[in-house]
């Protein structure tokens, strides 16, 4: 029988501050959330990392449609808790070269994002990284939408988000789900 350790902290709720953020990213500047000042919202796209074939699919989609998410005034980032050198490796191997990278989320850190942490179960992976999530947040730092997930599969499709953001802006629809 095996046994779980449960140690994920609450979600973030819409229309509450999210967790402060800094993060060096793999073009050797800084990215933070408080130095962000988006038209509508940031979008940050938390992945498990280089050994994540899913992640590479669904970041090299997201670099396929960033000009969609600027144009639509939402800023954007993905993030893993990677080393910085496997984080640079990514940036190198996989197809995102304008997307923005940050690395070494620690694991404190995804957990007060919500995020799921998962233990690497091969040598491929790290010892410990995050699953992923996605979080659509206003200029002021509150939640407005959030996918987290337990596995790297069946994540919310950036074309369906940017269809959202349309709807949203459109019939000025309020974050929801806070009850």
């Known amino acids: 029988m095996t046994t779980c350790i449960f140690e994920k902290k609450d979600m973030i709720k819409p229309r509450t501050k999210v ?3 800094e993060l060096d990213l793999i073009n050797d500047t800084k990215w933070s959330l408080a130095d962000q000042n988006p038209d509508n919202y940031s979008l940050l ?7 994540c074939p899913v992640c590479k699919k669904y970041l090299e989609d997201l670099t396929t449609r960033l000009d969609d998410f ?36 620690s694991m404190d850190e995804a957990r007060n994002w919500g995020l799921f942490v998962s233990e690497g179960i091969s040598d491929k992976e790290p010892e410990k990284f995050s699953e992923p999530g996605v979080f ?16 790297p599969f069946a994540r919310p499709s950036f074309k369906d988000i940017l269809n959202a953001i349309d709807y949203i802006q459109k019939e000025e629809y309020p974050a929801r789900g806070e009850a």
């Open 70 to 105: 600027v144009e639509r005034g939402v800023n954007v980032i993905a993030i893993s808790g990677d080393s910085e050198e496997r984080a640079k490796k990514t940036g190198d191997q996989w197809k995102i070269p304008s997307l923005p990278v940050g690395y070494e989320l």
């Open 45 to 51: 796209v938390f992945y498990r990392g280089l050994h």
């Open 136 to 151: 659509l947040v206003k200029p002021d730092r509150t939640l407005y939408f959030s996918a987290v997930q337990t596995m």
């Open 19 to 21: 967790p402060e953020l």
